[in-house]
């Protein structure tokens, strides 16, 4: 692009800008600055989603087939379709939640931009600009839109978000022959979208915004992958599918087996036996069918979902979608970023050296403090407290050299480029390493030179050099980087600014190591990763010296194991990479698909990964690990969109938090599924085996109707299982090794376990009712009081049953009084069951009677004998430890 052309092509003088009319017209045609996000899924088709399980449709046909029978009879009908509704709901609550979520992410900050309108500069937000606008760049601004640079002075851009190159670009206004054949990074004559300036100043003019930029063409090819189930979703879907299963031909036997007792009992053919025979048979299978689908299982494992998210929200970790809770709980390997993320992206100076190596924070004499005053002297960046807030404008290394001399200099905190204003200066470029101030400093001129130490060093006349440079490579092996400074008195100001003259016959004054410091939290969270058999890997651009010296600090380097860079990355097969992968726990100066090729080999070796990253060259990455954490802070909204949680304080141990809380929320929906399908599978063979018994015994009827088992899975099963949701995270679930990856949901005889608690379930509901069928214990031999005795047995069993299931240690411990919402479940689930048995339009609804107080006594003391059995278990379970 040359600039003579977009100037005539968009017809705009560069010292004036748009006018807010001419800008509004050209927005009205080229839209927001701003990239597309994916449509947003209507409210109410987010709630017909709901709909799509397969336990869901099964019960929409238990409560629609007997309207179609008997629409008189549509007590049952109503109350089935009320559950489906209320689960639909909370299901679309929930996802909307998580969305909102989001969005106030994306809220938290809203860029600006210097732009030039009718002659005077605004500020204004960038989604506001349009092709044409001219803008003003300096140090510490993010470029808004892609843009021709008109004019700069020493303007530095890093473009690592875009294209993965760790070192700042600089720019030049001239034009550029054959622009279009060349890399984005080659292009030094433009600025791009979601980049930021790190030196200089310059003026530009947009020339693309919004989806146009080269930043949303990415966002553009991001959009089409389809994401993978979760292993949550995943194992939720097979058991609802063979729930289903079970469900329709268990139904089939019972309405078999149904028919063939009332042929028995009207000693008649099953032809013969008439079409109400027929309803009651049918009526028994739809009681059975609501038995075997736990309805409240997707509710209360998405509620426990969401809890886990609000939770991790609190901890500066928001999910943006709610399995991805439960996938970082199984994490195995952690793939993460060096700067800001294990580092404090933050350069800090620790040593000086003059005469002698000095820690910085140590006291200093007069020398060490006047060489710090003179690398502060010698920047373009500045230290500046705004409204309270204090904002570091420029490079990096040089708001570490302001720093360490308010720090260290013991003068606070002067405006040094006010005292010191500057008669001449030599910028910095990447050909001569060094940069150079022209000043007057008591009453003379000065001249000061900062660089590179072997560079600054060979302009010197000092005879000592091997020294300083023995300090050099030794800052170097603890991964500091050195920075020296000579100084050089003047006669007068030169008429002619050159390298040749102003940078030669210097003196040495010293240098300094200065280093991105690693987060004080990061190295106790690496250790409680290990612990729990997670294992950390450092993916970083920069130098592999430096990445070693952090790696070992803290402690993801140990044993043996090793760095490899870039280069030596490229040279191996896919295959030798797979097979060699636990080698390395370092990988330096990575290109974008490095990234791509660490997290497939450690897939192929059956690991769940999760991979950190802020740019947008890590957004393949993001999209290719089993969950993605994009960066809040300095993430690009491009890696956010293709993360599925983002870490809003950019911080390492905020993700070994979030696989406790995930670790946690999937042992409380274990739990929860135990307690909801050993209930089901419970109600099952009572419906199932009493069905049996009526074949050869005609007359002895169902323990329970399909109001009771609703009521049951509704109220009775599913508060219970939202209060074992919310329970608090055990001892040492940090110290357990994660699931590997293709175990089962319910491995480690969880099954098994599942099955035989619900055959106790069932066994003693239909004593129970035997009890009162046939009169036994001075139980009253009445058909209705049976069926209440088998009512309240199942429920209140179930009530006792999920504080069983809150630990594997003793119910008889302290722990039994930690969760206050089971309690509170319990009172409620014991207090509602005894208002519909005595009141009495309550119980002629349920069709059951009041007890008396044996009867209920004999019913509490047949459920409290499962909590007697599940602790025997859990005691010869300890005893086989």
């Known amino acids: 692009m040359k600039k003579r052309e977009i100037l005539e092509k968009l017809n705009i003088d560069p010292k004036i800008g748009l006018n807010d009319q001419l800008a509004r017209e050209i927005r009205l045609e080229s839209g927001f600055n701003e990239l597309e996000e994916a449509k947003r899924t209507p409210l109410f088709i987010k709630f017909l989603s709901q709909f799509k399980d397969i336990l869901i449709i099964i019960l929409i046909i238990a409560a629609i087939l007997p309207l179609i029978i008997d629409p008189h009879d549509f007590i049952e009908s109503i109350i089935i379709m009320v559950v489906v509704i209320v689960n639909a709901v909370l299901g679309t609550y929930q996802e909307n939640k998580a969305e909102k979520s989001l969005e106030a992410l994306k809220k938290m900050s809203t860029p600006l931009a210097k732009v030039k309108r009718d002659g005077q500069v605004f500020q204004i937000e960038s989604r506001l600009l349009v092709p044409g606008d001219v803008i003003e760049i300096e140090a510490g601004d993010f470029i808004p839109a892609d843009c021709l640079i008109l004019s700069q002075s020493n303007l530095n851009v890093d473009e690592s978000a875009l294209t993965g190159e760790s070192v700042s670009v600089n720019k030049t206004s001239d034009d550029i022959e054959e622009e279009e054949n060349l890399s984005l990074g080659d292009r030094k004559n433009m600025l791009y979208s979601s980049t930021y300036a790190t030196y200089g100043k310059g003026e530009a003019i947009v020339v693309k915004t919004g989806m146009n930029t080269e930043i949303g063409k990415i966002a553009k090819m991001l959009s089409a992958p389809k994401e993978s189930l979760t292993p949550l979703q995943v194992k939720l879907n097979q058991i609802g599918k063979t729930i289903g299963i079970i469900a329709i031909s268990i139904c089939a036997l019972v309405f078999v087996f149904e028919i063939i007792a009332a042929a028995r009992l009207l000693e008649t053919s099953i032809f013969d036996i008439g079409s109400s025979s027929f309803f009651k048979a049918f009526k028994s299978s739809v009681a059975l069918a609501v038995a075997a689908i736990p309805e409240g299982l997707s509710t209360v494992v998405t509620v426990v979902l969401a809890i886990g998210v609000s939770n991790m929200a609190k901890r500066n970790a928001i999910v943006k979608k709610l399995p991805a809770v439960e996938t970082l709980g199984s994490t195995s390997i952690v793939c993460s970023d060096k700067t800001g993320t294990l580092t404090q992206n933050k350069m ?8 002698k190596l000095t820690d910085a924070n140590d006291e200093l004499n007069i020398n060490e403090k006047e060489l710090l005053k003179f690398f502060a002297i010698c920047t373009d960046a500045s230290v500046q407290t705004i409204n309270g807030e204090e904002k570091r404008i420029g490079d990096p290394t040089e708001t570490a050299l302001i720093d360490a001399y308010y720090n260290f ?17 030599l910028p910095f470029d990447s050909d001569r390493k060094m940069m150079t101030v022209i000043i007057e400093y008591k009453g003379k001129i000065l001249s000061i030179t900062k660089g590179a130490p072997d560079v600054v060093l060979s302009r010197s006349l000092d005879s000592n050099k091997q020294e300083f440079l023995n300090i050099n490579e ?28 102003l940078e030669s016959g210097l003196r040495f004054l010293g240098l300094v190591g200065m280093i991105d410091p690693s987060r004080p939290e990061v190295k106790d969270a690496i250790k409680v990763a290990k612990d729990a058999g997670i294992r950390t890997i450092m993916i970083t651009g920069d130098h592999v010296v430096t990445a070693e010296a952090i790696a070992t600090e803290l402690g993801i380097m140990e044993n043996g194991s090793l760095a490899i860079t870039s280069s030596d990355l ?10 060699n992968i636990e080698k390395y726990s370092v990988y330096a100066r990575v290109a974008p698909s490095d990234k791509v090729r660490i997290v497939e080999a450690w897939q192929k070796r059956n690991m769940v990964v999760a991979m950190t990253g802020d740019g947008v060259n890590d957004s393949p990455a993001l999209k290719t690990a089993d969950i993605g954490c994009a960066m809040g802070i300095t993430g690009t909204d491009v890696a956010k969109e293709a993360a599925a949680m983002i870490l809003t304080d950019d911080n390492f141990a905020t993700i070994i938090e979030a696989v406790k809380e995930g670790r946690g929320i999937y042992n409380n929906i274990k739990k929860t599924v135990q307690y909801l399908l050993a209930s089901n599978i419970g109600e099952v063979i009572t ?46 679930l940090m110290n357990d090794k994660p699931r590997p990856k293709k175990e089962g949901f319910f491995a480690n005889k969880l099954g098994f376990t599942i099955i035989w608690q619900g055959i106790v379930i069932g066994a003693l509901t239909l004593f129970a009712y035997m009890l009162g069928h046939y009169g036994w214990l001075g139980v009253r031999m009445d058909n209705t009081v049976a069926i209440t005795m088998a009512f309240i047995t199942l429920a209140t069993i179930q009530l006792f049953h999920a504080f069983s299931l809150k630990s594997t240690k003793s119910v008889f411990s302290k722990q039994i009084f930690n969760n206050k919402f089971l309690w509170g479940a319990f009172i409620i689930g ?14 002629s609804l349920f069709k059951i009677e009041g007890l008396l107080v044996n009867e209920l006594l004999i019913s509490f003391g047949l459920a409290f004998s499962l909590v007697i059995i599940v602790e025997i278990t859990k005691l010869l379970a300890k005893i086989k430890k």
Request: glycine letters at 10%; zero cysteines.
């Open 348 to 355: 800090t100076v620790l040593k000086i050296f003059t005469d």
């Open 687 to 732: 419906i199932f085996v009493a069905s049996i018994i009526s074949i050869f015994r005609p007359g002895f009827g169902l323990p329970l109707l399909a109001i009771h088992l609703l009521w049951i899975n509704l109220i009775t099963d599913s508060l219970p299982a939202f209060a074992l949701g919310m329970e608090k995270a055990t001892e040492g």
């Open 474 to 501: 030794q800052l170097g092996k603890k991964a500091l980087r050195g920075l020296g400074l000579g100084i050089k008195y003047l006669d007068e100001v030169p008429s002619e600014i050159n390298s040749k003259d």
């Open 830 to 843: 014991v207090g509602l069951q005894m208002l519909i048995m005595y009141i009495p339009s309550f119980a």
């Open 570 to 579: 490229q040279k191996m097969t896919d295959e030798y990479l797979s097979e």
């Open 409 to 425: 200099g013991g003068e606070g905190k002067p405006d040094l480029k006010s005292e010191f204003p500057r008669l001449e200066e």
